[in-house]
């Protein structure tokens, strides 16, 4: 699956830039990116969002384990990857049929966020046990929602094109050729909303979830982590009489 969504949409993360900025490295437009992953997943559904970019969707390659799952519901388009283990008692919950799956889920669970408000997010995804990830965009109101399960038990990727457009996809392939190393993992526990602040994590709301910059070698140029006390930077002296030689170092600590 693929989600590329322009600027009208999505503000450019600020880590992504740095990360790509770091080590320069070749990029292509949104444009380029869609039509390559329509030739590398064919047959694919490609759905144009007017100005405000692209899903496109395909079978090809899928694992057993999860499935992809698209829908589309009054101006609301959802990509949906992963199994939900509690898919029964949520079915239950939103009044839906026994036969509404994963996707139809989730865009049921997206509206009565919406209209709700202030409704808040992270308690709607902490309810969604499984494996998933997904890409959900309401064209009524230019709201993105983007969120991956606790465990990060399947994968999905966000960069930044030459264009400025932010794509998401859990083909880290086809998104390092458009996006370079301003490209990062989708932190698992977290989601991103254009319209509830970004990107934040549903597991621990309190938490702030920063970007660490990868090392050289790595394919992605950052990755995101949570700011409690494992990520808490401290700054030490060190010192080797023998050689006359004091370093500061900044390392990670409980």
Not at 58 to 83: L, T, W, Y
Not at 146 to 151: P, R
Request: aromatic content about 12%; hydrophobic content about 40%; glycine content about 8%.
């Amino acid at each position: 699956m693929l989600g590329v969504f322009s600027g009208e949409v999505v503000e450019v993360p600020e880590e992504l830039v740095a990360a790509g900025s770091r080590t320069p490295s070749p990029k292509t437009r949104a444009s380029e990116l869609v039509n390559r992953f329509l030739a590398a997943a064919a047959p694919a559904v490609s759905i144009q969002l007017g100005s405000f970019g692209h899903i496109v969707y395909s079978h090809a390659n899928q694992s057993p384990f999860r499935p992809r799952m698209f829908a589309a519901k009054d101006d609301i388009f959802c990509m949906f990857e992963g199994v939900l283990e509690n898919l029964g008692s949520l079915r239950h919950q939103y009044g839906l049929s026994k036969t509404a799956n994963e996707v139809v889920l989730v865009i049921e669970a997206y509206k009565a966020l919406r209209d709700r408000a202030p409704y808040p997010a992270s308690f709607m995804l902490s309810h969604l046990t499984g494996s998933y990830a997904f890409v959900l965009f309401d064209k009524s109101t230019k709201s993105l929602l983007v969120a991956s399960d606790s465990d990060g038990r399947v994968p999905l990727y966000w960069g930044i094109t030459a264009d400025g457009c932010v794509a998401f996809s859990e083909n880290i392939e086809l998104l390092k050729g458009s996006c370079g190393k301003s490209l990062a993992p989708f932190p698992q526990g977290c989601f991103y909303s254009n319209a509830l602040g970004g990107l934040k994590c549903y597991e621990k709301p309190k938490n702030k979830v920063i970007a660490v910059p990868a090392q050289e070698e790595e394919i992605c140029g950052a990755t995101f982590k949570m700011l409690k006390g494992l990520f808490r930077t401290v700054l030490a002296e060190l010192v080797f009489p023998r050689n006359n030689l004091c370093f500061n170092v900044a390392y990670y600590a409980n």
